[in-house]
């Protein structure tokens, strides 16, 4: 555990909502960077916030490490199962979806694992930073070749660092450094990882503890100075956004609701089927976007274990096709309905 923070990093700064300060922080930039921790969901969740005020700055593409054929993605407008790896969560593939709806372009930047040269294969320093600059080539290629584009790109844990080489860790290279350096390209670097809970206190950033003990994190938040900036751990990054603790809703986290983006709703099962979860044999909720195909990621998904069903978060707007599935993936019973 950290020593206790008295507060003081923060002595000049003062709270300010997140989402509207990374807009304001964007003015000028044409490329963004966000990262994930890959375990959690919650910084995807903010990331919805984030997605329609940026494009109506003037962002035009989504760029992400995990997705494949972008091409066929942005055609179709959602992402299947087979499309990524992290994208089968249902909060990042509705937002590659969201990002398809407002006609923004999607990007694939991920390395080509195929081609690592043999001898780095067995060296995790030289395979690591041979993928960072992988992925920095790629990124710097594409806004080379769209001069246009202005970029929101999604990347994992600190892969967006802006750390050049001789920086100190000088080990690993990450990809925002080689892309700053290849590109001439200033990103604007927001860390989503950091100052968040964890499921130890004592694992928890000294400063996230003591902003959240002091109530001043009613939502997302960044700590703005009276010039302007923001405040960050990291010289190697801009801007760290600041969650609160997650509340529940019927047994769902209220960040679901992505600051307005989506309402919850409960459905009654028994009016479909006599289907309960039974002990040590749980059953799935899936929320469909009728007219997806079967292998697309839904909208919601959720396990439901005992007592009554779990609350489901939807979008407005959209007809879907809700599915209850037993532990094998059979469909039980399905219902229609749609959110105006």
């Known amino acids: 555990r950290q020593a206790e923070s008295d507060g003081s990093e923060l002595a000049d700064y003062k709270p300010r909502p997140a989402a509207q300060e990374v807009v304001r922080l964007a003015e000028g930039s044409r490329v963004v960077m966000l990262n ?11 990331a919805h916030e984030l997605l329609e005020p940026l494009h109506r700055a003037g962002f035009t593409h989504l760029a992400l490490e995990t997705i494949s054929n972008p091409e066929e993605v942005t055609r179709r407008g959602y992402p299947l199962v087979k499309d990524g790896t992290y994208t089968s969560d249902p909060i990042l593939a509705d937002l590659v979806r969201r ?8 990007v694939e930047y991920e390395a080509d694992f195929d081609q690592m040269p043999e001898a780095m294969r067995s060296d995790p320093v030289a395979s690591t930073n041979w993928r960072e600059r992988q992925q920095a080539e790629n990124l710097a290629r594409f806004v080379e070749e769209n001069p246009e584009a202005r970029l929101l790109v999604w990347s994992g844990r600190h892969h967006m660092s802006e750390r050049q080489e001789g920086d100190g860790a000088a080990a690993w290279t990450p990809m925002g450094g080689i892309f700053k350096q290849i590109a001439g390209i200033d990103p604007l670097t927001i860390d989503l990882m950091v100052m ?5 206190p004592e694992a928890e950033h000294r400063t996230y503890r003591w902003a959240e003990s002091q109530g001043l994190l009613q939502g997302p938040t960044i700590f703005i100075n009276d010039e302007g900036k923001p405040f960050c751990h990291l010289d190697s990054l801009d801007a760290a956004v600041f969650f609160p603790r997650t ?3 019927s047994g769902r986290p209220d960040w679901m609701k992505m600051g307005g983006t989506r309402i919850t709703a409960s459905l009654d099962w028994a ?18 976007v009728k007219g997806e195909a079967d292998d697309a990621v839904p909208m919601d998904r959720v396990i439901w274990r005992d007592g009554p069903a779990p609350a489901i978060w939807f979008r407005r707007g959209i007809e879907y096709v809700l599915q209850l599935r037993d532990p094998e993936g059979e469909v039980l019973a399905s219902a229609q309905i749609a959110m105006p």
Do not use: C, D, Y
Not at 36 to 46: G, V
Not at 277 to 288: K, Q
């Open 271 to 288: 009016r479909f089927t006599e289907e309960k979860p039974a002990a040590g044999s749980p059953l799935v909720i899936e929320v469909r």
């Open 247 to 249: 509340q529940w809703v």
């Open 99 to 106: 990002a398809a709806e407002l006609g923004m372009g999607i």
């Open 36 to 46: 994930e921790e890959h375990r959690s969901s919650r910084e995807r969740a903010f």
């Open 196 to 200: 968040n809970e964890m499921t130890r």
